[in-house]
């Protein structure tokens, strides 16, 4: 799952390990994970905690996601793309599904204003994604003979 990083400027991974029914699906199991919020206090929900999901049905490899009008509120320190990407990128991660359509009560929503339309499909994108340290390979230290 993606959420928002501690400056709210980008997106960091959390591993999260749901159990569900076998017959919930993986997308909506997802979704509702997000709308929950993080477990780590490092990281930050991306959306309003009241916000609700409609529903969420996969076609042809794009995930529908219908959530009601509270999604659309912007949240103090979290940048809108970071937002819209926090579904996109947890759900693309999923393997049956390529590009995700956001929906707002049932209606495709154009949001041309900002930097992220979310009336039409969109794909992951990595670049809004934390990325780690580098940081060098432990190595074992080998005592030598010589």
């Given at each position: ?20 029914l076998n017959?919930?699906?993986v997308?909506k ?6 709308v929950?919020?993080?477990?780590s ?26 959530m ?20 996109v ?34 794909e ?19 005592e030598?003979?010589?």
């Amino acid at each position: 799952l993606f959420f928002a990083s501690s400056d709210g400027q980008q997106l960091a991974e959390e591993d999260v390990l749901v159990h569900y029914l076998n017959t919930a699906e993986v997308s909506k199991v997802v979704m509702e994970s997000l709308v929950s919020g993080p477990l780590s206090a490092a990281l930050n929900r991306t959306f309003p905690e009241d916000t609700k999901l409609n529903s969420v049905e996969i076609k042809n490899g794009v995930c529908y996601v219908d959530m009601n009008s509270r999604f659309l509120d912007q949240l103090d320190g979290i940048a809108y793309n970071v937002k819209i990407y926090s579904v996109v990128n947890s759900l693309c991660a999923l393997e049956d599904i390529d590009a995700v359509q956001i929906q707002i009560d049932g209606e495709v929503v154009s949001t041309s204003d900002e930097a992220v339309d979310i009336g039409q499909p969109l794909e992951a994108d990595a670049d809004v994604v934390v990325k780690d340290a580098d940081t060098p390979p432990v190595v074992e230290n080998q005592e030598s003979d010589e």
